[in-house]
Nanobody
């Protein structure tokens, strides 16, 4: 099993910044793709950003130019710097990772960290 633990959420004013982190641990050969998703109140969980194991990066259109995803493979951690936050960024942010375990790729989720953007 792989455990994903997010941290860094909180309350911030519109236009402010927050940095999220996600640490992966457990019995795995390697972590492949890592992603951030978010789930706003009353809405479906949506993709935010992706960081492949070889460095490929992709963002949802709604966060391009404001959010930056980065990764530390040695520490099995992923980060997301969120700038110019808007009220519509309010959501629970989830870390997601594909891990290689005994030759099989499995997907895991963290418990989420809450981000509230409000004045």
């Amino acid at each position: 099993q792989v455990q994903l633990v997010e941290s860094g959420g909180g309350l911030v004013q519109p236009g402010g910044s927050l940095s999220l982190s996600c640490a992966a641990s457990g019995n795995m050969s390697s972590i492949l793709t890592m992603r951030w998703f978010r789930e706003a109140p009353g809405k479906q969980r949506e993709f935010v950003a992706h960081h492949g194991s070889r460095g490929s990066i992709n963002y949802a259109d709604s966060v391009k130019g404001r959010f930056t995803i980065s990764r530390d493979n040695a520490k099995n951690m992923i980060y997301m710097q969120m700038n110019d936050l808007k009220s519509e960024d309010t959501a629970v942010y989830f870390c997601n990772a594909d891990a290689l375990i005994s030759g099989t790729t499995r997907t895991f989720w963290g418990q989420g960290t809450e981000v509230t953007v409000s004045s």
